[in-house]
């Protein structure tokens, strides 16, 4: 087989282009769980990888047919698993133009517009969420890894501060440091703690309330246990009940212990852009470091999130990197991104990023947020007013906790048979969870195209299954 030529490229675009559009307007009718068994895909999928080259139209039609049934119908406005968020169209399509350009945007030289459209973006992201103006930050995968990167920012500080240089010398014999994280917090900060070499013997839980609300008085009490160099785990949005931890009074304890305070947004942070909610994360810019991420809420294609931290230097100290191969530009120069990220050679992901805050303005953010929370208001209203439906959770942003009483069987089996259902039918996804101790399906608002007749709809499938 010879080369592709130009015009079997632009074809191969184009039909790619249409796959796509009749992917998308397709989302009305498509069920929203997958109907494929793994069986099935492995049908599919797992032939014999042949010897020849094979035209790449082929290869794509063939894939697009082959996936079909295995895809979940995740940018559709019935999607309320776990937390997910859609992809804006600008979004999207500027995600498509990154993987055409194919910039390696690890340093400027690897793609000038790259770091300039993620400059930009980290400034208007460091406005909007209301952080400090000179707070540093980093475009990486995703929470975890936004963890991670400020968290080791944190380390470095901290041990610096007892003179201890973690670059030189490593964690072996190091000052201990101490971690307090809330009974709720999300698994993955232990992850990132756990990649930086702090064990779960340097981890204290902090009691929640019945939100998931940290206990301050807790807290209080084990930051004057110890003078260990301390960190401390804060939450803007519980992962199944949309709670706040108090970050003003976290930060004032933490002040004269000199500890760090980290802040895991990764959906709630965006309570900051809406003035009737922006109470929920009232003191944020008194804290170190914050994580979000922009494949939830901002609805930017997978995958993609965000690390900002207060303390540049430190940042820059635990991140950058040198190599006699590699230019860097001068100090006050361009942004080299490898600095500031844990990855060497990464994707462009700031031109998303920049494409979905052009997209929405500042207006549009704070409608998102808003009409989500509504979203959420309504399902949590219209659904307890059914007899044996109860909704678990404070509905103070976008997560609704609710949990099912039947007849015939427990509240835990049959909260776990209606979310089976409603997966079964298609008509909605809502993924199910354990919350301290009671079975309970979760629903999450945050993708864009969900509208009054999605929830609707969505409503009407949970009740026939409860119901059933
Ligand atoms: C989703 C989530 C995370 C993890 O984010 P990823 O983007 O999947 O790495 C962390 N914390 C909270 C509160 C979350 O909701």
Redesign the pocket.
């Known amino acids: 087989m010879t080369e592709p030529s130009k015009p079997q490229i632009r074809q191969l675009l184009a039909s790619t282009a249409a796959q796509a559009a009749t992917f998308l307007e397709s989302l009305d009718e498509r069920g929203v769980a997958a109907p494929a068994s793994l069986e099935e895909l492995r049908g599919r999928f797992d032939v014999d990888l042949q010897d020849e080259p094979l035209d790449p139209q082929q290869v794509v039609d063939e894939l697009v047919a082959a996936a079909d049934r295995g895809i979940v119908a995740i940018p559709s406005g019935r999607y309320f698993g776990?937390?997910i968020g859609g992809g804006l169209p600008a979004a999207l399509a500027a995600d498509w133009m990154t993987a055409v350009w194919d910039q390696n945007a690890g340093l400027y030289v690897g793609g000038p517009a790259a770091a300039v459209a993620e400059e930009t973006a980290g400034r208007w992201l460091i406005e909007i969420l209301g952080l400090p103006s000179a707070a540093s930050f980093a475009v990486v995968?995703?929470?975890?890894?936004?963890?991670f990167t400020v968290l080791a920012a944190a380390r470095h500080r901290l041990l610096a501060a007892e003179g201890w240089d973690v670059n030189r010398d490593g964690l072996f014999g190091a000052p201990p440091l101490r971690v307090l994280v809330g009974a709720d917090r999300?698994a993955?900060?232990d992850r990132a703690l756990r990649y930086l070499g702090i064990g779960t013997a340097s981890v204290q839980e902090v009691t929640t309330d019945h939100n998931g609300r940290m206990d301050v008085g807790h807290l209080a009490s084990l930051l004057d246990a110890a003078d260990d160099p301390t960190i401390i785990c804060a939450?803007a949005?519980?992962?199944n009940t949309g709670a706040f931890d108090p970050i003003d009074e976290i930060c004032r304890l933490a002040e004269p212990a000199a500890a760090w305070v980290h802040v895991?947004g990764?959906?709630?942070l965006w309570a900051a852009v809406d003035e009737g909610r922006r109470h929920l994360v009232a003191g944020l810019d008194r804290a170190d470091s914050w994580?979000t991420?922009a494949?939830?809420w901002l609805n930017v294609p997978y995958?993609c999130?965000l690390a900002f931290c207060a303390h540049p230097d430190s940042h820059r100290a635990a991140m950058a990197v040198r190599a006699d191969y590699l230019v860097h530009a001068e100090d006050g120069g361009p942004r080299e991104e490898m600095d500031w990220n844990p990855e060497f050679s990464r994707r462009a992901r700031g031109f998303a990023v920049y494409a979905a805050l052009r997209s929405l303005g500042r207006s549009g953010i704070t409608n998102l947020v808003q009409r989500s929370c509504r979203h959420a208001e309504r399902f949590a209203r219209e659904l307890s007013r059914e007899p044996g439906v109860e909704v678990l959770n404070d509905v103070v942003l976008n997560q609704v906790l609710v949990r099912f009483h039947g007849s015939n069987a427990d509240a835990d089996a049959h909260t776990r048979a209606v979310v089976e259902r409603v997966q079964h039918s298609g008509e909605c996804f809502m993924s199910g969870t354990t919350w301290h101790g009671a079975q309970a399906m979760r629903i999450s608002v945050v993708n864009w195209q969900t509208n009054d007749d999605d929830v609707g709809r969505a409503i009407a499938a949970v009740l026939a299954a409860h119901r059933r």
Do not use: L
Request: charged share 20%; glycine share 16%; proline share 0%.
């Open positions: 776990f937390v995968t995703g929470a975890q890894m936004a963890h999300h993955t900060i939450q949005g519980e992962v895991d990764a959906f709630g994580t991420d494949h939830k995958d999130g």
